[in-house]
């Protein structure tokens, strides 16, 4: 019913910037909170950042003040700008969206991205 498609990953220098992009397609009537997740290897998958329909933002406190989550409900999209990056930044990055079908026999469900690798190395 819905795709989320990720972009933007890649291989950088600590110190830094990558810009990670999601768009979201499908039958889709609305996105409420939209975030991106990521996960290291031998870790578990931890949430860094959200962002509601009404454009309210919360971050993990390791990226406060580094990375920037935004998202352009027009288009069905949310963006990580990504700053200042460190070797420990390191993980699978993915995009996670709370949509409601037009389907009204599709519950609300949370739909998740393919996930884009973000490596911070010399």
């Known amino acids: 019913q819905v795709q989320l498609v990720e972009s933007g990953g890649g291989l950088v220098q600590p110190g830094g910037s990558l810009r990670l992009s999601c768009a979201a397609s499908?039958?889709?009537?609305?996105?409420?909170?939209m975030g991106w997740y990521r996960q290291a290897p031998g870790k578990q998958r931890e949430l860094v950042a959200t962002?509601?329909?009404?454009?309210?933002?919360d971050y993990a406190d390791f990226v406060k003040g580094r990375f920037t989550i935004s998202r352009d409900n027009a288009k069905n999209t949310v963006h990580l700008q990504m700053n200042s990056l460190k070797p420990e930044d390191t993980a699978a990055y993915y995009c996670?969206?709370?949509?409601?079908?037009?389907?009204?026999?599709?519950?609300?469900?949370?739909?998740w991205g393919q996930g884009t690798q973000v490596t911070v190395s010399s």
């Open positions: 962002i509601s329909d009404s454009g309210t933002t």
């Open positions: 499908g039958s889709i009537a609305s996105i409420n909170t």
């Open positions: 996670n969206a709370d949509v409601v079908s037009i389907h009204p026999y599709v519950r609300r469900g949370e739909y």
